[in-house]
């Protein structure tokens, strides 16, 4: 299977630079991938499509400042970082940006303002693959990113984001994220109570997002492509939900594709029909592309994804290669917004 084969044309007006107020304001294109149709509706309409007894399950994970602005000792030489992995208490892997950070390379940490100095040091410890650090800090710093750091957006984004929170889903609690997990974004406290009036409930599980998630495959083959591991979570009660769920008729609908990765990953846990959901917790490099037989999922909740991406191949899997791209054909026609700040898709 080629890479080429998810490619497609975007004009760059459509990157959404800003997110819509409200939240729930965004459009949304509704796929029904088996007879083919497709519908166009506002975000907050999804609760027409609802069922009682479904089950809605996001990804509870929530992005932490991860950028942080350095200068070299003794040379002064300005270095940015973005925090990608935590190895230890001290120790983190990261992306760096700046004039030769070579292994032994001692940086001062500035305040997320870049103006003074936080008092806090660190080295580069060792060179990884795909040009990232192994960064030691001179102590601690989990609880001190809000001192240092600033939101790590996307690079397509080009605006300012005048209120973080914004690249936060309203039930963000589980900090680990360097990515926000976008489709739900849409949500809004008031549209998820109106969800569960209509009998639906909501499921919680985990995966901390990096960003090779978002990254064009760069492979001619998609099976060449490697996916980095990312560390998720299905709790045994949640499991147990999604279970009893099934069993008693009731859809999966996953929002977004990081919670579609969490439940397949712990499907394949188990191979008993009755009980489709084993609790997991771990790390995941499940690679979902076309030929993939989905386990889990009965409906998926997803934002318009970059050509050639992991993400794109997760949707073409689920609805069908040249569906999912006549979709985004009518997408870009209509003049959708996309990306993560853009518009959001139903997949039925």
Same mark, same amino acid.
């Given at each position: 299977?080629?890479? +080429?084969?998810?490619?497609?044309?975007?004009?760059?007006?459509?990157?959404?630079?800003?997110?819509?107020?409200?939240?729930? *304001?965004?459009?949304?294109?509704?796929?029904?991938?088996?007879?083919?149709?497709?519908?166009?509706?506002?975000?907050r #309409?999804?609760?027409?499509?609802?069922?009682?007894?479904?089950? /809605?399950v996001?990804?509870d994970?929530?992005? $932490?400042?991860?950028?942080?602005?350095a200068?070299?000792?003794?040379? @002064?030489? =300005?270095?940015?970082?973005? /925090?990608?992995?935590?190895? #230890?208490?001290?120790?983190?892997? +990261?992306?760096?940006?700046?004039?030769?950070v070579?292994r032994?390379?001692?940086?001062?940490?500035?305040?997320?303002?870049?103006?003074?100095?936080?008092?806090?040091?660190?080295? %580069? %410890?060792?060179?990884?693959?795909e040009?990232?650090?192994?960064?030691?800090? #001179?102590?601690?710093?989990?609880?001190? /990113?809000?001192?240092?750091?600033?939101?790590?957006?996307?690079?397509?984004?080009?605006?300012?984001?005048?209120?973080p929170?914004?690249?936060?889903?309203?039930?963000?609690?589980?900090? @680990?994220s360097?990515?926000?997990?976008? *489709?739900?974004?849409?949500?809004?406290?008031?549209?998820?109570?109106?969800?569960?009036?209509? @009998?639906?409930?909501? *499921?919680? !599980?985990?995966?901390?997002?990096?960003?090779?998630?978002?990254?064009?495959?760069?492979?001619?083959?998609?099976? #060449?492509?490697?996916?980095?591991?990312?560390?998720?979570?299905?709790?045994?009660? %949640?499991? &147990?939900?999604?279970?009893?769920?099934?069993?008693?008729?009731?859809?999966?609908?996953? %929002? &977004?594709?990081?919670?579609?990765? !969490?439940?397949?990953?712990?499907?394949?846990?188990?191979?008993?029909?009755?009980?489709?959901?084993?609790?997991?917790?771990?790390?995941?490099?499940?690679?979902?592309?076309?030929?993939?037989?989905?386990?889990?999922?009965?409906?998926?909740?997803?934002?318009?994804? /970059?050509?050639?991406?992991?993400?794109?191949?997760?949707?073409?899997?689920? *609805?069908? =290669?040249?569906?999912?791209?006549?979709?985004?054909?009518?997408? $870009?026609?209509r003049?959708?917004?996309?990306?993560?700040? &853009?518009?959001?898709?139903?997949?039925?």
């Amino acid at each position: 299977m080629k890479t +080429a084969d998810f490619d497609y044309e975007l004009p760059e007006e459509l990157i959404a630079q800003t997110p819509i107020e409200p939240r729930d *304001a965004s459009r949304l294109m509704v796929l029904d991938h088996v007879t083919g149709a497709i519908e166009h509706r506002i975000f907050r #309409d999804i609760v027409e499509y609802i069922r009682p007894g479904d089950v /809605l399950v996001a990804n509870d994970s929530r992005v $932490i400042p991860a950028r942080l602005f350095a200068r070299k000792v003794p040379t @002064g030489g =300005r270095v940015e970082l973005l /925090l990608l992995r935590r190895r #230890d208490e001290r120790t983190w892997e +990261a992306l760096t940006k700046g004039r030769r950070v070579r292994r032994g390379t001692k940086v001062e940490f500035l305040t997320a303002d870049k103006f003074a100095s936080s008092g806090i040091t660190g080295e %580069v %410890v060792e060179l990884l693959e795909e040009g990232r650090r192994l960064i030691e800090f #001179d102590r601690p710093i989990e609880l001190l /990113l809000d001192e240092l750091g600033v939101m790590p957006l996307p690079p397509y984004i080009h605006e300012p984001l005048r209120e973080p929170e914004r690249y936060q889903t309203v039930y963000a609690r589980v900090e @680990g994220s360097v990515a926000a997990p976008t *489709a739900g974004l849409h949500f809004t406290p008031e549209l998820m109570e109106r969800i569960k009036a209509k @009998g639906a409930k909501f *499921a919680f !599980v985990t995966l901390h997002v990096e960003l090779d998630t978002f990254r064009p495959v760069r492979e001619e083959r998609v099976e #060449d492509h490697k996916m980095h591991s990312e560390y998720c979570e299905l709790k045994p009660e %949640v499991a &147990g939900q999604l279970n009893r769920a099934k069993a008693e008729g009731g859809r999966i609908i996953a %929002v &977004g594709t990081t919670s579609v990765r !969490v439940l397949e990953t712990a499907a394949q846990k188990t191979r008993g029909e009755d009980s489709p959901f084993a609790p997991y917790r771990g790390w995941t490099d499940l690679f979902i592309y076309p030929g993939y037989r989905f386990r889990a999922i009965d409906a998926l909740i997803t934002n318009f994804h /970059l050509p050639r991406s992991t993400l794109l191949m997760l949707v073409s899997a689920f *609805a069908g =290669r040249e569906f999912v791209l006549r979709a985004y054909q009518e997408a $870009i026609h209509r003049r959708y917004r996309f990306y993560s700040f &853009g518009d959001a898709m139903l997949i039925l």
